[in-house]
């Protein structure tokens, strides 16, 4: 009888898991479906009663109007990889670069200029888009990537991050044996210790890429150009103006979406464990 | 030993420290080369915008010009209905989407974190997804959700409900609006929080809860007194985050509400301004009207309830010294 009632309670629990991971997952994946769905649907058929639930033979049709209204889509799409590869990859460079000085080099004022660092890390960046803009118009960078690459350069959690990796990960003798196989102090760094640093830096660049690929209230205050658009910034325009075309609408954000989707199945484990190693570790 | 070979091993003695002296030096500047980019971005892109932006909020700037006006941004910030408008809707969302989403993402987590769940990768990655979609294209596919036609307002009439104004275009009252942007936000957050917290409890050594249930203690007793204590650092994180992310509020409500095409039209923010948040009155006022001291003194108004708020959660979190 005790038994029988343990087994239960246990089994009642597992159904109150279940209930909530199915019932969260399947309200997380919806609007998912939704978006894909109503993408092969006229917009005259999206609101319909009952709207429809499976994919419908538009698709073509509202791609070509998509084109039609946002001629530079394609390349909006080009213009936010340039933005997540750029600042990805400057990203890492420097913030290995100083990750590793910080954590392998003795030099004066190390110590205070680590915790500026750290202090630099609660400033708030939305406070600067104003004045941010005003110094990117000034420095002449309107319409062009560089805004949205140089300044990655001064990534101090990704410094502080690879600096804890590298510290605690890259044994010392192996700076000490390239040393004496003659390689110079950029090439230990070069050819040690970026290779060594991969997993840390792959969690950084996983960051670093969502935040350059979905970036949107940057270069809508400085991209004036169609041609330099990112997508998101795309796509707000063409709802802006287009704003009852929702199947075009719908297409551009599926395609825009396809990315994410690839990433999250393809690679989501190690992401995740890198992504939430990361954000908890700055605690 | 003779004396020259005494002289000799000490002047062999000088030669390595000299060397070693000349090596460190060599090396802490190495060091300065690598750091030194960091800083120089730093201070350009960094300082120099948030020092730039106390000054610029006690100016008339222009485009075309800019007159030193002393406080009188400030004044006006105290008097213009818009701002508190914004200031009322973002504090309401940040509490209402703070609270939906932490309890939820706390469950969530818990129930993830179960023993012996099957599925557990595929639960994470579906978790994870909305997280790294832009909110601009979320917001877009709400929007068509939303719809008072739409497939929300069809699913809830097939449970006997009758049809929500979502986004207030059907009938002009701003009364679903902010709800409907709490939604999508947590919608879009939560997951990233269950993630987080399950993060955390992964962290618990299972010996802890192994211990309590042989000493007799509840399931409750074990979610209170062993679990959300050893969660609270990443709690503290997690509603750090939805302070920070709820104030900051744009991209979502922006395309909820209309995209680009609402701004300077007066109608940002939706019916009767009841999405419009401090960050879409700051954009507005720059970009819409080119008042961009106005603009920098409601940023400068934000970062203070940032710091305020910030300052009110770690007291909470943190009022025992010891942690």
């Not at chain 1, 479906?33 to 419908?56: K, N, Q, R």
Request: net charge positive; charged share 10%.
């Amino acid at each position: 009888m005790a038994v029988h009632m343990t087994y239960s309670r246990a089994a009642g629990r597992r159904g109150i898991v279940y209930a909530l991971l199915l019932v969260s997952a399947f309200a997380t994946i919806v609007p998912f479906y939704w978006e894909f769905v109503l993408a092969s649907h006229m917009t005259g058929d999206i609101a319909s009663t009952p709207p429809p639930v499976w994919i419908g033979s538009a698709l073509l049709q509202n791609y070509r109007t998509l084109i039609e209204y946002a001629p530079h889509f394609w390349r909006s799409m080009l213009n936010s990889g340039v933005i997540a590869v750029g600042s990805t990859g400057v990203t890492i460079f420097f913030s290995a670069l100083g990750g590793y000085a910080f954590a392998r080099y003795r030099f004066p004022f190390k110590e205070q200029l680590f915790w500026v660092l750290l202090l630099t890390m609660l400033i708030p960046s939305q406070l600067g888009l104003i004045p941010w803009y005003i110094e990117m118009t000034h420095f002449g960078w309107a319409n062009s990537f560089l805004p949205f690459i140089v300044p990655a350069v001064g990534n101090a959690f990704g410094t502080f991050w690879m600096r804890q990796y590298i510290a605690s990960a890259v044994p010392q003798e192996l700076f000490d044996a390239a040393r004496i196989d003659g390689c110079g102090e950029f090439g230990t760094f070069w050819r040690i210790v970026l290779p060594l640093a991969a997993p840390a830096a792959g969690a950084l660049a996983i960051t670093s890429f969502i935040g350059g690929w979905n970036a949107f209230l940057g270069p809508l205050t400085l991209m004036s150009d169609p041609s330099m658009y990112t997508y998101p910034v795309a796509l707000a325009n063409l709802k802006g103006v287009h704003g009852t075309d929702t199947g075009a609408l719908l297409v551009g954000s599926s395609i825009a979406t396809l990315p994410m989707l690839i990433i999250t199945i393809f690679g989501s484990r190690r992401i995740i464990d890198g992504l939430t190693a990361g954000a908890l570790s700055g605690q | 030993m003779s004396v020259a070979s005494t002289a000799l091993l000490s002047g062999f003695r000088g030669r390595i420290q000299s060397r070693r002296v000349g090596q460190s030096t060599r090396r802490a500047l190495w060091a300065y080369l690598f750091i030194s980019p960091f800083y120089i971005s730093f201070l350009v892109f960094g300082v120099f915008p948030i020092v730039f932006s106390f000054y610029l909020a006690l100016t008339r700037w222009t485009p075309y010009q800019s007159t030193f006006i002393g406080a009188a941004n400030f004044v006006n910030l105290l008097q213009d209905n818009l701002v508190h408008t914004a200031l009322f809707n973002s504090l309401w969302l940040m509490v209402v989407i703070g609270g939906a989403q932490i309890s939820l993402a706390l469950v969530i987590a818990l129930a993830l974190n179960a023993r012996k769940v099957r599925g557990r990768e595929a639960f994470r990655g579906i978790f994870f997804l909305p997280y790294i979609t832009s909110p601009v294209v979320l917001g877009l596919v709400w929007g068509v959700l939303f719809a008072y036609t739409g497939l929300l307002n069809y699913g809830l009439s097939r449970i006997g409900i009758e049809p929500v104004d979502w986004l207030g275009y059907a009938s002009g009252s701003s009364t679903w609006i902010k709800p409907a942007i709490a939604l999508v936000t947590v919608w879009q957050f939560f997951g990233w929080n269950v993630l987080l917290f399950a993060a955390g409890l992964q962290a618990i050594p299972s010996e802890i809860f192994e211990a309590a249930r042989i000493d007799g203690a509840t399931d409750w007793d074990v979610l209170v007194r062993i679990t959300l204590p050893l969660l609270k650092r990443v709690s503290f994180f997690v509603v750090s985050i939805t302070i920070i992310g709820s104030i900051q509020l744009f991209d979502a409500p922006l395309m909820l509400l209309g995209g680009v095409a609402g701004a300077g039209s007066g109608t940002l923010g939706g019916a009767e301004s009841g999405g419009l948040t401090l960050a879409m009155v700051v954009y507005e006022t720059a970009f819409s009207y080119g008042q961009f001291g106005y603009a920098a003194a409601i940023s400068v108004l934000m970062f203070g309830v940032l710091v305020v708020l910030t300052a009110v959660n770690r007291r909470v979190f943190f009022r025992n010294l010891e942690d």
